[in-house]
């Protein structure tokens, strides 16, 4: 069996509750968790890489690897159809996954098997037959060089008789099989493992909701195997004298070009706009679309995919404001039980509000632009986490602040 690796300490994981699955039509929740906040884990890198699909369980359901073996549940299973199917105790089942033998599965959910079955094969309606086996490249690379005639020519084989396939091992990547601890969502697991939520709810067969629960065994998603790497040709390099004209020689007869040393510095022309000082005192323009959310000063700035807000530091206990007339659409806490706000503006703009304390307002409330809605928390931790987003996408809040 394969153990996860050592838990890494979230500082600030912020992990959003059910209301916030309702804050737009959509056909999966957004996770708030402000993953960018005080260096945490970010899925963007994972986002853009190619993930390999789930492999293909037999008629049984289950997908075999050399240190475990999971089951796949079909519509309307419940443990007890899954163990029956599978040929294990469904007592044993149960207790070894956390959950009651007749309660239904979700389709494609997996099952943890507590010990081994009879392996996949074409008898059981798999293409192969056996565990799936790490491949290494290099060797099947190799192998078949080696296999291959010294001579040119025309090569015969023997098949396999009629109605006897000959089936081969399967190859991947031995996924790790992560255990779902307390306080734990598929938006933690996934930047824990670096890898999209969705992707781990579709190898999972985690519902529209991606809820989980504690004990159930998750497969995290491998990547797929990079292809070998192109190489671009270079150019031959050019002999000395070959490939470019000889330079006139100076000529009495004509005159010198003007010396650039000898004309006027150009003096430097002033930006347009300022370039923001980290640190600096917020001065909000007058006709700003938005209000500082608290009086104090930036001590970090917007960082796509590193901070999805900004950081504005503050006295403890200032009071912090809605940026602009909206409703309150979500109150949700973090994993440290820090509150957390969203507030809903026009033109499917949210504010989002983190690292506060004494909450003053409720969801559905509505509230005015520079109403207080929260206070700052005391000591070192007297700053806001302060976002805007325009639908699910974190964007730059300067331009609604200046």
């Given at each position: 069996m394969s153990f996860p690796p050592k838990r890494r300490a979230l500082r600030l994981s912020l992990i959003t509750g059910s209301a916030l699955v309702m804050l737009a039509a959509c056909d999966q929740p957004i996770d708030f968790d402000l993953r960018g906040l005080n260096g945490g884990f970010s899925t963007a890198d994972a986002a853009t890489?190619?993930?390999?699909?789930?492999?293909?369980?037999?008629n049984r359901g289950v997908i075999s690897y050399p240190n475990y073996q999971v089951a796949v549940a079909r519509r309307g299973d419940t443990l007890s159809d899954v163990a029956a199917r599978v040929g294990i105790n469904a007592d044993q089942l149960a207790r070894y996954n956390g959950i009651e033998p007749g309660?239904?599965?979700?389709?494609?959910?997996?099952?943890?098997?507590?010990?081994?079955?009879?392996?996949?094969?074409?008898?059981?309606?798999?293409?192969?037959?056996?565990?799936?086996?790490p491949v290494d490249i290099a060797?099947?690379?190799?192998?078949?060089?080696?296999?291959s005639p010294a001579t040119p020519g025309v090569?015969?084989?023997?098949?396999?008789?009629?109605?006897?396939?000959?089936?081969?091992?399967?190859?991947?990547?031995?996924?790790?099989?992560?255990?779902?601890?307390?306080?734990?969502?598929?938006?933690?697991?996934?930047?824990?493992?670096?890898?999209p939520?969705?992707?781990?709810?579709?190898?999972?067969?985690?519902?529209?909701?991606?809820?989980?629960?504690?004990?159930?065994f998750l497969l995290i998603p491998v990547p797929q195997q990079n292809p070998p790497a192109r190489v671009v040709p270079q150019p031959a390099p050019t002999l000395p004298g070959a490939g470019s004209p000889t330079p006139t020689p100076p000529s009495a007869a004509k005159p010198l070009p003007a010396d650039a040393s000898a004309q006027p510095i150009a003096k430097p022309q002033t930006p347009a706009k300022p370039v923001a000082d980290v640190g600096k005192t917020t001065q909000p323009a007058a006709n700003a679309r938005m209000v500082m959310p608290v009086n104090g000063s930036i001590i970090r700035e917007y960082s796509k995919g590193r901070n999805e807000g900004i950081n504005?530091?503050?006295?403890?206990?200032?009071?912090?404001?809605?940026?602009?007339?909206?409703?309150?659409?979500?109150?949700?806490?973090?994993?440290?039980?820090?509150?957390?706000?969203?507030?809903?503006?026009?033109?499917n703009?949210?504010?989002?509000?983190?690292?506060?304390?004494?909450?003053?307002?409720?969801?559905?409330?509505?509230?005015?632009?520079?109403?207080?809605?929260?206070?700052?928390?005391?000591?070192?931790?007297?700053?806001?986490?302060?976002?805007?987003?325009?639908g699910f996408d974190s964007v730059d809040p300067a331009p609604f602040l200046n």
């Open positions: 890489g190619a993930l390999a699909a789930r492999p293909v369980p037999d309660v239904p599965l979700r389709a494609d959910e997996i099952i943890a098997l507590p010990s081994r079955v009879a392996e996949p094969s074409p008898a059981t309606g798999a293409i192969t037959t056996g565990p799936i086996q060797s099947v690379a190799g192998g078949a060089i080696d296999r090569q015969t084989a023997t098949l396999a008789p009629t109605g006897q396939p000959q089936a081969q091992a399967q190859v991947g990547k031995e996924p790790i099989r992560h255990q779902v601890e307390r306080g734990e969502s598929a938006f933690t697991i996934a930047r824990l493992y670096n890898v939520v969705k992707s781990l709810a579709e190898w999972n067969g985690l519902g529209a909701d991606f809820a989980i629960r504690e004990g159930q504005i530091k503050g006295a403890a206990g200032a009071p912090v404001k809605a940026a602009d007339t909206g409703t309150v659409a979500a109150i949700t806490k973090s994993a440290d039980g820090i509150p957390i706000i969203v507030v809903r503006h026009p033109e703009v949210l504010t989002v509000y983190a690292n506060v304390a004494d909450v003053t307002v409720a969801k559905g409330d509505a509230v005015t632009r520079g109403q207080q809605i929260a206070k700052l928390r005391s000591g070192d931790d007297a700053y806001v986490h302060f976002e805007v987003r325009k």
